[in-house]
């Protein structure tokens, strides 16, 4: 007899780096980073340095043409991305952040689609709330959907005339996440923000029939 298991489960493929064996796709917040081969989620971890002063704080991963992790984010399959985070105390440094309600934000930019200066990306609604600091690990999620027809309710897509959510979906050259909303008016604190276990889920979905083969 056929022992029964959660129908319709979706298992994208996945991609990850938890900086066990360093950058090799130089993730980075806002423009440096600190590679600390431990206390993350374990181990090695991408920290924003002490004192890390920023109006719109983020991290990101701009692609090398041709690389593996250029070729998933354009492949027009990008279902999800997930990240751990902590917001950690900031050292001697002023003024910190209050923190309190702001949102982490996606975008996926695409750099060579625009022409000339027009900057080209899609940016999700506000997602869960950015934990104050001094804040543990927690892991974060934003869903991508990837087979909508057109712009998905929630999100904002900036592009030349005519530019699609397909077209953004197969012209991903980086993604960023803001721990803020970009769009509320902000000012420069002072914080000191780790990331580890990114994730994304790309590629084809296997859609199981729910049921596990038949017991011997």
């Known amino acids: 007899m056929a022992a029964s298991?959660?129908?319709?489960?979706?298992?994208?493929e996945?991609?990850?780096?938890?900086?066990e064996n360093g950058n090799p796709d130089t993730w980075y917040w806002t423009n440096h980073y600190v590679l600390k081969t431990d206390g993350g989620n374990p181990g090695g971890w991408l920290d924003s340095g002490a004192g890390y002063l920023a109006q719109y704080p983020f991290f990101s991963v701009a692609t090398v043409s041709g690389s593996s992790l250029q070729q998933i984010l354009a492949g027009g399959q990008l279902h999800f991305i997930a990240f751990d985070f902590a917001n950690l105390p900031p050292g001697e440094c002023f003024p910190h952040d209050p923190d309190s309600g702001r949102q982490?934000?996606?975008?996926l930019l695409d750099f060579h689609s625009g022409g000339g200066s027009t900057i080209v990306y899609a940016q999700s609604a506000p997602g869960d709330v950015v934990p104050d600091a001094p804040s543990t690990w927690q892991t974060f999620h934003f869903t991508i959907p990837e087979d909508a027809a057109q712009t998905p309710e929630g999100w904002q897509l900036f592009g030349p005339g005519g530019y699609t959510w397909s077209q953004?979906?197969?012209?991903?050259?980086?993604?960023?996440?803001?721990?803020?909303?970009?769009d509320v008016l902000s000012f420069s604190f002072c914080r000191r923000l780790?990331?580890?276990?990114?994730?994304?889920?790309?590629?084809?979905?296997?859609?199981?029939?729910?049921?596990?083969?038949?017991?011997g």
């Open 5 to 12: 298991t959660a129908s319709g489960v979706v298992h994208p």
């Open 14 to 19: 996945t991609w990850s780096e938890g900086f």
């Open 104 to 107: 982490f934000t996606l975008r």
């Open 168 to 182: 953004m979906l197969h012209n991903t050259d980086a993604v960023l996440v803001y721990a803020t909303d970009p």
């Open 194 to 215: 780790g990331v580890d276990n990114i994730v994304i889920g790309y590629g084809d979905r296997v859609f199981t029939d729910g049921f596990d083969s038949p017991a």
